[in-house]
């Protein structure tokens, strides 16, 4: 028998590590790994299954929502409605935050904030697609209802950030701020089992991961930084779907970013459920995550949808951005 590490003995023996942990975090990743399950069966059988296509309504960042979507969002929140560890939750799929009320959950310590299902464009085409979440400790009394500042922390507030991906296997990434480590869904016996220990992120690489289609509308800074991986032959890979993309940043190297341009100043990714956890798993690797001036995880968000522009992965290529984006300024500064 092969040593099988599943999520559940990984988090428990993890537990000891966090003298002040009482199991309730250990149990929140328990709840968001049964829930990651669940959209999984329902991923894989989506095409035969009324759930791909579209539903009715948009969401708050305005964008058309796909019933895979909405099933997602349902589904995440019942279990963590279930699940008593948690007080509250955002998401992209919800205009507001949304206290969760029950019996077990009024002194809950936990909010947790996720993107349900990140790449929807990619559903009806049979892309990867992913989750993505983030954890806090909640900062108002465990008396009251949760409120504004409960989630709108900077990203180096969250206690643990994960991301599920539904590729040609489907993955459990997450990390409590002791490194990252990846877990594979065996579909035989229903588990997520370790795979991917203590996951390092190579120090520089050569693959650069955008939509280039933007490029007219970058800063200068930005359009250089890419014309030097055009002229260095890097390898250009974009999937469309930021779990898979950083997925792949975070294993092979390489950079994943979204920038400003002249239609949307903010960029597209947003801070709180795709950014933030994103950045804290690529740095927990040893990795870097900067918006070109800084770091996301210092960000201090100021409404629960906000967008911001990414640049994520090794930390040469980030840096490098981050030079030229100080040299142009520099420029300006004594134009
Ligand atoms: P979501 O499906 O949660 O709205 O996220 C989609 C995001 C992200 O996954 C991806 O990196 C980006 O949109 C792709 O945007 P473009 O289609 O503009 O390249
Ligand atoms: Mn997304
Ligand atoms: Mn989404």
């Known amino acids: 028998m092969t040593n099988i590490v599943t999520l559940d003995e990984f988090i428990i023996t993890r537990q000891k590590d966090f003298a002040y942990a009482s199991g309730e975090l250990s149990g929140l990743l328990r709840d968001i790994g049964l829930a990651a399950k669940i ?33 997602a969002d349902e589904l995440l929140i019942a279990c963590l409605r279930n699940s008593g560890e948690c007080c509250g939750i955002a998401s992209e799929e919800n205009d507001n935050y949304v206290p969760i009320k029950s019996k077990s959950s009024t002194n809950a310590d936990y909010i947790v904030i996720f993107d349900p299902l990140d790449g929807s ?36 507030e969250q206690v643990a950030a994960g991301y599920v991906f539904f590729g040609s ?3 459990l990434v997450y990390t409590t ?32 991961s955008c939509n280039q289609g933007g490029f007219r509308k970058w800063e200068p800074a930005i359009q250089d930084y890419t014309e030097e991986c055009l002229n260095k032959s890097f390898k250009m890979r974009y999937i469309g779907s930021m779990v898979a993309d950083v997925h792949r940043t975070l294993i092979k190297g390489g950079i994943f970013f979204y920038p400003a341009s002249s239609s949307s100043p903010n960029g597209k990714l947003r801070l709180l459920y795709e950014c933030n956890p994103l950045a804290f798993i690529m740095e927990q690797a040893g990795g870097k995550a900067s918006d070109g001036r800084q770091r996301i995880l210092d960000i201090e968000p100021t409404e629960l949808h906000q967008r911001t522009p990414i640049f994520i992965g090794s930390p040469k290529m980030v840096e490098r951005v981050e030079e030229l984006v100080a040299s142009y300024e520099l420029e300006e500064t004594f134009a």
């Open 39 to 71: 959209v999984s069966r329902e991923v894989n059988k989506a095409g035969l299954a009324d759930i791909v296509g579209r539903a009715k309504n948009e969401n708050a960042s305005g964008d058309q929502v796909q019933k895979l979507d909405v099933m």
């Open 169 to 171: 296997s489907t993955m």
């Open 121 to 156: 464009s990619n559903i009806d085409v049979n892309v990867s697609i992913g989750t993505i979440f983030a954890i806090y400790h909640r900062v108002t009394d465990r008396d009251e209802t949760v409120s504004d500042e409960d989630f709108l922390q900077k990203g180096v």
């Open 177 to 208: 701020g002791r490194g990252v480590n990846g877990f594979t869904l065996d579909p035989s016996i229903g588990e997520f089992c370790l795979s991917h220990s203590d996951i390092t992120i190579p120090d520089d690489g050569n693959i650069y």
